[in-house]
């Protein structure tokens, strides 16, 4: 059960505001009648099917492929691999509009770096005469030995230094209380419901390209580059997505393969990814290994933090997990050092996945915390407030724009409560289980992406707004109506989003929980300027009530001009007045500065923050553990809407419970192939593994964040969960678990044998 606030605070000067108010999804209705169309969905006259042949080795080269047998067969009409595909180009290193997943594109040569690489498309009229091709293409190897270790000891060269201060050799050795110990992460499977897909049409010169993606501006410009095409001819249209996870975030090389064949045979092409090809194809969160060393002194205050990570990549691109986001400014500490370092394995490309960094980063540093709490025999919420920093002590000591960590842990404790906790191991009992009760602290970056939006008043009584973002699922097309209502009056009904279409004006990604922040400045402005727009119309049309009226005395309100003396329901609505001024309407459009452009935001460290309080259920009798009750506190800035606020905050909590006790991609040592690769066999929390979760909001508006104050809130949610989850199977059973997830075969080794 998941409780989700009615209204939070809503602008006291403002009554009506709409922000801040749990608002369901303006989009609910086309989904669940089944009317939007997802990119798979797309059919065209004369679309075919493509289905990829994937590499059966980890490593080595093809020496013979040979797709003449699938090309007889039935309904096939081209298989494409790297003999035939054509030029395709790697997009320019470095270039930040145009980010792509991998660096190499789509068979670009015949060698094989992973199990599961793309090494032909069979294309024909049926998706089920594809599927037989691609069985049918027969395909030789010389196999190389694989690089496939799981342990990520090979380690060589520098690290690279993410911060430091003051002397952290020295401090650790010195310090009274110490903590040393490494934490993994494994590689996990982002699973979003909606598999990858593209469908691509050409028209003469110029492709649309219907794609799952989280960045349709992005996407649409790496298309360009890997096609070898003008940006102008491309175009790249997401209506809707079934989440993404990060997965989705920028293209992977099926795209490419897609439009290539479609091309070829002058006919759109579909592409949809199986499920476990998802598991080799398009990313995973990569492995990691943090070594955290903690020095006190006997009363608790931190000394000394190092935090050295290594994350495993692929033998093309340096994907580097960043686990080092959140130490250098969440405690206050004299002596910090934080490395990173990469390891390549005969694996795909690793991608962002939830949270990158900071997840599994804030896992290791808040487990480290735990453990240093019981060194020192002191409570982990005590010893988080003792620490908490006044400033970023990691940027010359920058304030924070708006930090409410301390509220978190102690509004949070107070709804968990956390006062009835007792230290020992197993000491806590109910209805003949043994409890574990554990905390963590979360962190997030926050940022202001650059965003362009067009707000129209149309004749028909419509208000539109245009903007080339997309709505993973989040709820991205509500927040557009909602700022919009809040600005005209109009009602819900009456507003159209029209998002994912990277010919609309360009928006940010849906990625790093930066939408809404991103957004909401520029819908307001483009309402803004939109609304002046009507008042120099009503005011210069012959015939209009306000016909040579001063446009400073004409208000708008409801939908309405009116005389600043009038009442508004007296008032002209805005259709009547277009109508009259002969025009279809009258647009403007609104931009969002990004945060590294706003004076306000600058001098400041910009981030959300949150606090997880969880208990366990522990039955050592059937060694059964179960995450029960999750109270979670949200420091995100102002919320703007409560409703899809909470929904994405208990989402990632659940998700927290997968990270914890189930999610992790198994390989094949041998062959690099995914054992787990399937949703039967990847274990996710379901809704039997959920616990009761009680998602709190402090709302503060952020100052550096613009009118709105927002921060977003798509990742916070899952900081914090697993490091606190470890702490309470700790305190339930005695087993510190320091590589994630806890499996049965940890939990076995409890001493208490039972409740
Ligand atoms: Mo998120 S991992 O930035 O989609």
Redesign the pocket.
Known sequence: MSTTPESISPDASNPASIIGTATPRIDGPVKTTGVAEYSADFHFDRMVHAVPVTATIARGRITKLDASAAEQMPGVLLVLHHGNIGPLYRTVPGDDNATNSEVRSAFEDETVRHWGQYVAVAVAESLEQATAAAAAVKVEYEKEPAHLGARLDDFKGEPKVVSNRGDVAKAFDSAPVKVDATFVTPNETHNPIELHASVAVWEGDRITMYETS?GVVNHRAVMAQTLGLPLENVRVVTRFLGS???GK?FPWPHAAMAAVAARKLDRPVKLSLTRSMMFSCVGYRPRTEQHIQLGASKEGKLLALRHAYINVTSQLDDFEEGCGEATPYLYSVANLEVTGGIVRRHMGAPM?????GAVPGLYALEAGMNELADELKMDPLQLRLLNDAEKDESNKNIPFSSRHLRECYEVGAKKFGWEKRTAGIGSMRRDGKILGWGLAGASWVALRLPCTATVEFCANGRLCVRCGTQDIGTGTYTIFAQVLHEKTGVPLDRIDVILGDSSLPDGPM???SMVTGSVLNAIASGAEKAIKRLQQVATSTAGSPYHEAKEETISFTGGRLHRKDQPATDGTHFGDILQLAKLNGVSAEGKTQPSWEDPKAKGVSLHSYGAQFVEVEWEPEIARMRVSRVVTVIDAGRIINPKAAANQISGAVVMGVGMALLEETIYDERSGQPINGSMADYLMATCADSPAMDVTFLNYPDPAMGEYGARGV??IGLAGVAPAITAAVYHATGVRVRELPVRIEDLLKSKILEA
Do not use: D
Request: hydrophobic residues 20%; proline residues 7%; neutral net charge.
């Open positions: 989280q993404g996870f990060g975030l962002y996945m939830r949270g990158p849906s990625g790093g798509g990742e």
